[in-house]
């Protein structure tokens, strides 16, 4: 795989999906030169908030795996370093683990200008061409079985076998990495209804509008300020929304999806 500047190679574990909210817990990058040489950076992370029980089961990373774990304040520059000078790849690295980087990078006190980098995002190349997850593309490019497969190491060292079979396949002869920049994907978000103000986040929905946008759950203004509730059953909002908020003032609230139904006596 012949590349036009350096690249690092980027995959995250994290909390959740859900940037403004969510927090990393494993980051691990490959950095390849110019000359084929690699590099990695692979760090455990202290979220500083609790991992899911449900996250856990899909990463096999437990809150007392990382209590002992740096913060990611305590590594910022040294990612910062790692990543000077070069483009980036990853799978969903646009939508997903770049936006979270940066706003943890921001938090810190660091700085993440990764829109003035080339992106090479091999999901956006495989959803176009095979339209699946990582494991399969690694199946369907490199023709092995994921065996590490939410470990952030095993990703983004499949995410670079994935590349460079990539490269093969659709550069039309070519084995320049920038072969993979013509393919583009849609975005996807975990939202509620169709009116797209709530979104789900660690088993509550969350408001993306108003005072309260991407602070407090649905359950928490029920309970803290009621009276907010009541100004959107006052106001011009759709039947969705101010369902949903007369509900939240009688105490019900719709179950997470994937959540199991409440038991009935």
């Not at 350096?6 to 995959?11: A, F, G, H, P, S």
């Not at 029980?53 to 437990?62: A, C, E, K, N, T």
Request: net charge negative.
């Amino acid at each position: 795989m012949k590349l036009s500047s350096e690249l690092v190679i980027i995959d995250l574990e994290t909390t959740g999906v859900w940037i403004e909210r969510d927090r990393i817990v494993e980051i691990a990058m490959i950095r390849l030169g110019l000359s084929g040489e690699e590099r990695i950076f692979h760090k455990r992370v202290n979220p500083g908030m609790p991992i899911p029980p449900h996250v856990s089961r899909l990463i096999g990373i437990r809150d007392e795996d990382v209590q002992d774990a740096p913060f990611f304040s305590a590594i910022a520059r040294e990612v910062g370093v790692f990543l000077e000078g070069a483009d980036f790849a990853g799978f969903n690295l646009e939508r997903f683990d770049l936006p979270l980087l940066q706003k943890e990078m921001e938090h810190a006190g660091q700085s993440l200008d990764w829109r003035s980098r080339r992106i090479y995002d091999a999901q956006k190349v495989f959803h176009v061409n095979e339209k699946r997850d990582l494991a399969a593309a690694y199946q369907f490019y490199c023709g092995k079985a994921h065996a590490q497969a939410h470990s952030a190491l095993g990703d983004v060292q499949a995410t670079c076998e994935i590349l460079r079979a990539q490269v093969q396949r659709y550069g039309k002869g070519s084995s320049d990495l920038d072969a993979l920049l013509a393919f583009d994907y849609k975005e996807i978000q975990d939202f509620y209804g169709q009116e797209r103000k709530f979104r789900w986040w660690n088993g509550d929905l969350y408001p993306v509008f108003g005072r309260y946008a991407k602070k407090w759950g649905l359950q928490e203004i029920a309970v803290r300020d009621p009276a907010y509730l009541k100004w959107i059953l006052a106001s011009d909002f759709s039947e969705e929304v101010k369902n949903l908020a007369h509900d939240a003032l009688e105490g019900k609230f719709p179950a997470a999806p994937g959540a199991l139904p409440a038991a009935t006596p």
